[in-house]
């Protein structure tokens, strides 16, 4: 299978909304999906790693499709904010680095 940049994800999306979902949801609307979607996320987190059972009807989503659905709306996000995640990514990659070089490392909790 053929991987995906996240510059061909942003494109592929911004494709799909002009294609199919006729334009983006503003700003605030997307960061509620956002927030439903994380929500979807830590149901299922907390079901299957944690102590919560699942519901009947629960248990046939799936851990991946929750967290593509959260990857799709942070890439809206992004599209209409004009943000190229490519290059936020590699810049707060930078950030984590310089800044938490030996923080982790040093922390007594994480041995």
């Not at 911004?14 to 605030?28: A, Q």
């Not at 997307?30 to 979807?40: D, F, K, S």
């Not at 699942?54 to 499709?65: A, I, T, V």
């Not at 707060?92 to 490392?105: A, L, Q, V, W, Y």
């Amino acid at each position: 299978m053929k991987q995906l940049t996240i510059k061909q994800a942003q494109a592929q999306v911004d494709e799909w909304i002009n294609t199919h979902g006729v334009r983006y949801f503003n700003e605030l609307t997307n960061m509620a999906i956002l927030t439903e979607e994380v929500g979807e996320v830590a149901r299922i987190i907390s079901r299957q790693y944690g102590e919560q059972s699942f519901k009947k009807k629960e248990g046939d989503k799936e851990l991946s499709d929750e967290l593509a659905d959260v990857m799709f709306v942070v890439i809206c996000l992004a599209n209409q904010t004009g943000i190229d995640l490519s290059k936020a990514f590699e810049k707060n990659m930078e950030k984590k680095t310089k800044r938490d070089s030996k923080r982790h490392k040093e922390n007594k909790k994480l041995k």
